[in-house]
């Protein structure tokens, strides 16, 4: 009789698709909700401090090593630049999955108590990094000469040119790509499962296995990705929109001279 | 004669094995107005860039008031903040609008108040006839209209010496009109200036020195009613004859 009840409360062998899925929200309607959390806030985290580095990167890439320079200062940009293109390669150049393993793994054996979440995010921040600083170092290329130019002729350095001049035209222009980074990162920590992150691919296994459905409990986080990504897809549209400006301008006319 | 502001001394400039400049010896006094003239690839241009810098000479020397400019950025930035530049492509910033264009420099270089800088760009805006456009951005005006904005950007520094860098080649012909004529009245106020054009009505009559150069080469440094009328060099013959040439066909 008890073991009816249990039952009864499945929507059964025949239960459809829909059923099912509406089981399995419910009935891990908590641990859906936190892995839902869990897999924004290490995306969230991950992709901004991701972008920080991206830029670091980025603008490494564009230092202008000069042969009037001073040898120490050569010297030590020879180095950054290097360090800079190996670190971008290595990441660009493996999975993120293994990148994953490497990282945890590696740093546990090495006595470094990291949380899988950590290692998540790390996993995330370095990934992030490696792709951004090509995108920043194309974003800022493709500004034109003259805009640094205009700036040190004026008596600005090189590096204040960057900060007032180029970054934020570059940005502007980078904008889409960095919208696509986060959505792809948003995407990508389904991997972490890996490492036991307890992010909804993670969590889908789990339910999935409980009942040993496993279409329907990843159909659940399908749709669980998506409106999240069509959401942040919207916001994304508004930002960019919003980063255009007026295409008009208003008339200084107390400054109109009639003549 | 006048005070001498700048002093070119032995400048060379090569780009690989090009050897663009040859030993440039010139200077500039308060009040001159120099037009530099010359064929494309004669290195005005280049001497123009070495002159604030943009272009590290190969060798020799560019004396600001007697003191040589070192390549550090402190120096550059004192030197740079005194000496303007206004470039063919008038690389206004397009991320500012036209009134933030000319506050930068008096903010950012200069270190002056909100108050002065705004003071200032409306001041030199209205003196170029665009202070009606201090809401517009860069992309919204037309080629005249830039390089007015970038003449008033310079001027908002107080520079004491303005590098023009062919102000009006990348302009249709209806325009160039306008900036000339901004240009002219700068020069009747007394401002120093140095233009690399090819505007030789405007070399002719409102330089009080013009520089022919060919090839690396200063060929010729007179006032510019030999220099127009009697050139004594067969290459400035040549090529004053061509442009006459090339005016009436």
Request: net charge neutral.
């Amino acid at each position: 009789m008890e073991y009816g009840l249990l039952l009864s409360s499945t929507p059964g062998a025949e239960g459809s698709l829909f059923a099912w899925c509406a089981f399995l929200l419910k009935k891990y309607s908590g641990m859906f909700l936190s892995a839902t959390w869990t897999t924004f806030y290490v995306a969230v985290i991950g992709t901004i401090i991701g972008f920080i580095l991206g830029f670091l990167v980025g603008i490494t890439n564009t230092i202008v090593i000069h042969k009037e320079d001073n040898p120490i200062k050569k010297v030590l940009l020879h180095i950054l630049k290097w360090i800079v293109a190996i670190y971008s390669e290595i990441f660009r150049d493996t999975p993120m999955i293994v990148q994953g393993m490497v990282i945890y793994y590696g740093l546990r054996q090495n006595d470094v108590m990291i949380s899988s979440v950590m290692a998540g995010i790390l996993v995330i921040v370095l990934n992030t990094g490696a792709y951004m600083g090509e995108t920043v170092r194309a974003g800022i290329n493709s500004i034109d000469k003259g805009q640094e130019e205009g700036a040190l002729a004026m008596g600005m350095s090189h590096f204040g040119a960057m900060m007032t001049i180029i970054l934020p035209q570059a940005i502007k222009n980078v904008i889409p790509e960095m919208g696509n980074t986060f959505l792809s990162n948003l995407k990508m920590t389904s991997v972490l499962n890996v490492i036991g992150v307890s992010e909804l691919f993670l969590m889908a296994k789990t339910a999935g296995g409980a009942y040993y459905k496993y279409y329907e409990s990843y159909m659940v986080i399908a749709i669980i990705y998506l409106v999240l990504c069509f959401v942040i897809n919207r916001i994304l549209a508004f930002v960019e929109k919003k980063t255009k400006g007026r295409k008009d301008y208003e008339l200084a006319t107390e400054y109109i001279t009639g003549d | 004669m006048g005070e001498k502001i700048i002093d070119v001394k032995n400048l060379v400039k090569t780009f690989g094995d090009h050897e663009v400049l040859k030993k440039i010896d010139f200077s500039v006094e308060k009040g001159e107005v120099i037009c530099i003239i010359g064929s494309s690839g004669s290195g005005k241009s280049t001497l123009l860039r070495c002159i604030n810098h943009l272009e590290t000479p190969t060798s020799g020397d560019i004396l600001f008031h007697n003191e040589v400019v070192k390549n550090t950025q402190k120096s550059l930035t004192k030197y740079r903040s005194c000496v303007g530049m206004v470039f063919q492509s008038f690389n206004l910033f397009d991320n500012m609008n036209v009134l933030e264009n000319c506050m930068f420099g008096v903010r950012k270089v200069l270190h002056l108040s909100k108050e002065e800088a705004r003071t200032r760009a409306i001041t030199h805006l209205k003196e170029v006839g665009m202070a009606p456009y201090i809401n517009a951005r860069p992309s919204q005006l037309s080629g005249g209209q830039k390089q007015r904005v970038a003449i008033a950007r310079g001027l908002c520094m107080n520079p004491e010496v303005l590098l023009f860098d062919e102000p009006t080649s990348a302009l249709d012909p209806e325009m160039v009109g306008e900036v000339l004529s901004v240009m002219k009245s700068l020069a009747s106020q007394g401002l120093t200036m140095i233009i690399v054009t090819h505007e030789m009505e405007f070399a002719k009559n409102v330089s009080t020195r013009t520089i022919f150069m060919d090839n690396g080469y200063v060929v010729e440094d007179e006032s510019p009613e030999i220099l127009f009328n009697h050139p004594k060099n067969e290459r400035t013959k040549e090529f004053l004859h061509r442009y006459m040439e090339a005016k009436v066909s």
